[in-house]
């Protein structure tokens, strides 16, 4: 997790995603918005009041929305109109977002609204900050967005509570909108023009998926390294592949940034192979750790470059605009179509599913005895026959692996229309982004099953080199880490404990922390 704060000031022009990821996991953080922000949110705000007493014809404000753009709504009804967007669209299925997604929604949209070209009164997004500092979260399904005219449902549920309507969880009770409202000394406000859009239209959900999954990414990267130099370590492998010549001769840069980590970590081993003219390099799985690694992290860097564009964007429409003599124009567009962060979203899936196949292969040849050339007994385990030992490890990393095949099948290549075929051509940014976020579970467990085997292995490889081998400067400390938690498996036992025990290591961030 990123170092912990105490505060949050937003401005809507610089969250990051770490910001997101601490305010996410981290419910003690308070959150306000700043003094310039707020300047704009207010001006804003007055400007649509402005065209509502002009009883000017303003796409979501005195219109309908999507197919009824053309009804003409009059002022009796605007507010009327505002909550029934939340209402009507609060339509949203499947499991219910956990409170890290939840409290990463909240952040992001109040930081979109405070770029003040969404038309939203500043009681209306103080009240939403208040949720979110009091402790009070909606209850948001995970399903029913499309990813464009922006994730609806799921943002009309976020909004609910706010008008005393849906549920939310305060002090982890499931309870109705206004009560959970009324508990954390809150009340509601009615909407007016614009409001209802303001909170319901924009890419929020996704981004806040994939902020938190692009975040977790970067970790498993790094923990793939890891693994990958003490599968090496302990199959007896030679790090003449990672020469910074090989490297320099293709110089795409996370590959030699990969190289260049891995002599860091295995720096002083003397588990590693010498040059052997007889044995001059090892198999694809570990001989192209900087190939294949590296290009997993290309696809993760692009997923940060998207998702911190986003986070200070405005994702909402209509917008509002200022000229220099502060005349206001109202202008619509399709800043909430979710497609480029579909796309980074169906790129990190693949390049991560690559990171699970890769150490899965690393797996096998760790438990199969003919590929590693008997430098480690079958299936890492004495008295084979008897002992299964981690035969059955590498079983569900291969499961694992394959599902992410499946699942890595790009969501952002469907569409389908909706609102009578207005809104026709859909992202599916949602679904890409669960679905990067089910396949860095999985290969977060890859990793770990494959840094269990590592472990066992190494310890066969000491009982062959004796108490005066030396491990690298960076696997060395890990795998005293990994033996506090986990001792060396002497016989078959049941196995699952030592599994989670070796994920949570691994989710927790404390493997790979004196490697940053």
Wanted: glycine share 8%.
């Amino acid at each position: 997790m990123p170092n912990p704060i105490h505060q949050l000031t937003l401005d809507g022009e610089s969250l990051t995603i770490e910001d997101v990821v601490a305010v996410a996991h981290q419910p003690e953080i308070q959150v306000s918005i700043s003094a310039e922000a707020w300047t704009r949110v207010r001006r804003a705000a007055r400007a649509v009041q402005d065209f509502v007493a002009r009883g000017e014809i303003v796409y979501g404000i005195t219109t309908g929305f999507g197919a009824f753009k053309d009804k003409i709504i009059s002022p009796a009804l605007v507010e009327q109109l505002q909550r029934n967007i939340l209402v009507s669209h609060a339509v949203g299925v499947g499991q219910l977002l956990d409170q890290p997604s939840t409290r990463a929604m909240m952040l992001i949209r109040a930081n979109t609204l405070a770029k003040g070209h969404s038309g939203i009164r500043e009681e209306t997004l103080h009240l939403l900050l208040e949720l979110l500092n009091r402790g009070v979260y909606p209850l948001i399904p995970e399903q029913g967005s499309l990813g464009a005219s922006g994730d609806l449902a799921p943002l009309a549920h976020m909004a609910l509570p706010l008008i005393g309507e849906g549920e939310a969880f305060y002090h982890d009770e499931r309870l109705g909108g206004a009560e959970a409202l009324k508990r954390a000394g809150l009340t509601p406000v009615t909407l007016t023009a614009k409001e209802g859009l303001a909170l319901t239209n924009g890419t929020t959900l996704m981004n806040a998926l994939g902020v938190l999954v692009t975040y977790q990414a970067e970790q498993l990267a790094t923990a793939a390294d890891l693994a990958g130099a003490l599968s090496l370590e302990a199959m007896h492998g030679t790090p003449r592949a990672f020469d910074s010549r090989i490297h320099a001769a293709r110089p795409h840069p996370r590959q030699v940034e990969c190289a260049a980590f891995m002599r860091k970590l295995i720096e002083g081993s003397t588990f590693t192979r010498p040059d052997d003219p007889l044995n001059v390099q090892d198999a694809y799985t570990l001989r192209c750790i900087p190939q294949v690694h590296g290009a997993v992290r290309d696809a993760i860097a692009y997923a940060r470059w998207v998702m911190s564009i986003e986070l200070n964007s405005v994702t909402d429409n209509p917008l509002i605009f200022f000229d220099e003599n502060d005349n206001a124009e109202v202008i619509s567009g399709g800043n909430f179509h979710g497609e480029p962060l579909a796309i980074a979203m169906d790129y990190l899936s693949i390049a991560l599913s690559e990171l699970g196949n890769i150490s899965e292969r690393r797996i096998a040849r760790l438990v199969d005895a003919a590929s590693n050339k008997n430098v480690l007994p079958a299936f890492l385990i004495d008295e084979g026959g008897v002992n299964s030992g981690f035969m059955l490890i590498q079983y569900t990393a291969a499961a694992l692996a394959s599902e992410n095949k499946v699942l890595a099948h790009p969501a952002s290549v469907d569409t389908i229309s909706t609102s009578a075929n207005i809104e026709d051509h859909v992202s599916m940014g949602p679904a890409a982004a669960r679905q990067a976020r089910e396949i860095a579970g999985n290969v977060e467990t890859i990793l770990a099953l494959e840094l269990l085997s590592a472990a066992q292995g190494i310890d066969f490889r000491r009982k062959v080199l004796g108490p005066d081998a030396k491990m690298g400067q960076g696997t060395a400390p890990a795998y005293a880490l990994i033996r506090q938690q986990i001792a060396f498996i002497e016989r078959d036992q049941v196995m699952y404990p030592h599994i989670e025990t070796m994920r949570k290591l691994l989710a927790d961030g404390n493997l790979t922390e004196h490697l940053q």
